[in-house]
């Protein structure tokens, strides 16, 4: 089962681009990448999957270099509302309920 | 669709008191799970399951029981709460066609204190 390696936390201001890293050794072949977002007093909620390469939609980009091994979430230009706790997920359907959302890293947006 | 729900929003318990708290989806998926989270932590997964009759431990499945009659219901029964079962707990549900990559939809929570 991947095991996932976040930074626990990371600080910016507003406009900036903000790039959180994950760290996945022992992704599986079958494994997607898929990142959550978490404000307080919610439940989390996805932002972005991928498998390789790169991925953009409305929210973020997420970038999987070619072995996998590693995941990297893009916020562009973010604001006081991007501040939240951000989980990177690895796994697939067949193994649902093994994959774990660790502590995940509290992404702290200052004016 | 509202998605997945949960009730109730909040509740304290004495200790040694048990509860169900419910947890509805009505997007038809079939998996669905029970999360708790403390203060300042990750999620931690409680039970989980893959169809109606069918359920499966997490990591932290002691004190807790699950069942699943449904496929839109997935019930968390706490039967002797104790204060290490303070915590908030979030239901999720995700797809399983043959294509899935087990993307998870969750509930609002639940806030529970036990004293």
């Known amino acids: 089962l991947a095991k996932t390696t976040q930074p626990i936390s990371m600080d910016s201001y507003e406009g900036q681009e903000v790039n959180i890293t994950c760290s996945h050794n022992n992704i599986a072949t079958n494994d997607y990448i898929t990142w959550y977002q978490q404000f307080p007093s919610q439940g989390p909620r996805f932002i972005i999957q991928g498998y390789k390469t790169k991925v953009t939609n409305e929210v973020a980009s997420l970038f999987i270099p070619a072995d996998r091994k590693s995941s990297t979430l893009s916020l562009p230009r973010v604001s006081l509302s991007d501040t939240a706790v951000y989980y990177c997920l690895v796994g697939d359907i067949t193994n649902a309920g093994k994959s774990t959302f660790g502590d995940g890293t509290t992404l702290t947006v200052k004016p | 669709n509202a998605g997945v729900t949960q009730t109730p929003k909040f509740r304290i318990l004495k200790i040694g008191q048990s509860m169900t708290l419910q947890c509805t989806q009505d997007m038809n998926h079939n998996y669905m799970y029970w999360y708790r989270q403390d203060p300042g932590m990750g999620l931690k997964l409680i039970y989980y399951s893959v169809g109606a009759g069918i359920t499966d431990k997490g990591e932290v499945p002691n004190g807790y029981n699950v069942s699943r009659s449904t496929t839109e219901d997935f019930p968390l029964r706490l039967e002797l709460a104790a204060p290490s079962q303070t915590s908030v707990y979030f239901c999720?549900?995700?797809?399983?066609?043959?294509?899935?990559?087990?993307?998870?939809?969750f509930g609002p929570g639940t806030r529970l204190t036990v004293l």
């Open positions: 999720a549900s995700s797809y399983s066609g043959a294509s899935s990559t087990d993307t998870q939809y």
